[in-house]
Every structure is written in structure tokens, then in C-alpha cells.
């Protein structure tokens, strides 16, 4: 990584930021220290100050010995292969899955403690509120939410349930840690989530999860419906079915062995 004598104009402190970055493309989606270090042949106090950074920045995060790599990444578009395909990849799908089940079909990606619209395919309003790119909710309340939530490593869900209780939302809200890491579990185990009139009054939303070439959870698949229009057991049988077939097709194409749906 030493740059020519010549090559005056030539940044090697971004260099080194973009080689850190590009080391969790094939070595997994947690490392240590040593492990960058290893990875991009820089010293280890080098490494230090460029994580540190990128974590200020908010491209990395970490539990005082691992690194990970925070959705901000996306905006960088060459990080890793599935986040420079995600919405490319995604848009046909979700506009199938609105063509044929006549609902809006969302997709989104954790950002802290919230879950963050990347792009939607309208169809029809279903709730009072309006949700474009960019709207972030409340992760806890959400089906699209838990759906991210339940993918995280163990320690981090850890982190993230210390802050409950959660703002209950209305009578239905799962706010205490126990709540939710029940529903949190179930979610990982059946592959999606069903969230039932928790974020908003009347409104049932439901997601599937959307992984990349190395089966990581990246964002969620996700439609709402109005609870007066369709059951529980109507959605499980008639609306999940597609939401879960477009995430697991998109999940493919963004190269993951065996989507898991």
C-alpha cells in the first residue's frame, strides 16, 4: 500500500479506510483487530485509528473486540457485492408482489435502533401515516423490524433489549425484553415476522428477511394490510406465501447458497 514517490495527490489514509472496509467482503461479517490487521497488511495501530474512525463516522460498529458493518456502507455502493445490487435487484420483485397481491410491498435495512425504508412500490394507502424512503420506525413494533433484529448477533440483540421497556405504541405493543425476545426467537425460527396491530391501530404488517452471499440477513421484505380486510390465518395463507418467494428469488440473485424462508 505505499503509494509512488511521484503520486503526489495519491490519499493513502482513504486507501487504508476502503481496505478495511473491503476486508469483511470474504472474511466474514465479524473481526478482531488482529484480523484486520492480517487482512490488510496495515499495523495494528494503524488499523485501530481507522476503525475507530469509520465507527465515528458510523460505517462500522463494534463490542470492544469485534468490527461489523453498519447499513451506512450502502451508500459507498462498492462495499460489498449485495448492497451495490440490493435495490437494482429488488425492484422487480417488489413490483410483482404488488401486482399480484394489490398491497404495497416495502423493503428496508436496520439502522440502530430503527428500521429504515430503502424503497417502496406503492399500491394503495393502508395506514393513516405516510411512509416514503428514508422513514425510519421503531424497530421493536415492526414486522420488518423484528425480522433485522432477530438476525443479530447475540450480544448486540443484548444491547439493543437493554433499553426496554420500549414505548408502548398501542394495546397490543410487545415492550419488555422478555416480550420480545420471545417474538424474537420465534421470528429466527420460522424464517419471518407477523406483527399484529403493535405499531399502529387496525394495521398488520408481515416481512421476510433478504440475505446476502454469505446467508447475512441484510434487509427485510415487508407489506401492511388493514386488520378489518384480512385475518391472521388469510395473510399466513394467501399474502406471506409471495412476500417470502420475492425475498428468498431476491436473496438468490444477490447470492446467498440457500435462502432461508
Known sequence: MVKA??????????????????????????????????ATGLSRPTVRRVVLTLERLGYLRTDDREFSLTPRVLTLGEAYLSSLKLTEVAQPHMENVTKVTG???????LDGDDAVFVTRVPARPVMRHTFTTGTRLPA???????VLLAELPDHELATYLAGAPFTRLTASTKVTADELTSALAAT????????????EEGVRSFSAPVRDAHSLTIASLSMSVRADELSVDEIRHELLPVVMEAAAEISK?????????
Not at 398491497?103 to 435495512?109: D, M
Not at 429466527?188 to 405499531?199: C, I, K, N, P, Y
Not at 440473485?253 to 424462508?261: E, S, Y
Open 253 to 261: 440473485q444477490l447470492g446467498a447458497d440457500t435462502p432461508r424462508i
Open 103 to 109: 398491497h404495497t410491498c416495502s423493503l428496508a435495512v
Open 5 to 38: 514517490p511521484e503520486d503526489k495527490d495519491y490519499v493513502q489514509s482513504l486507501e487504508r479506510g476502503l481496505a478495511v472496509i473491503h476486508a469483511f467482503t470474504d472474511r466474514g461479517p465479524r473481526l478482531t483487530l488482529a484480523q484486520l490487521a492480517q
Open 188 to 199: 429466527r425460527t420460522r424464517g419471518w415476522a407477523l406483527v399484529d396491530q403493535e405499531f
Open 140 to 146: 421493536y413494533a415492526t414486522s420488518m423490524g423484528r
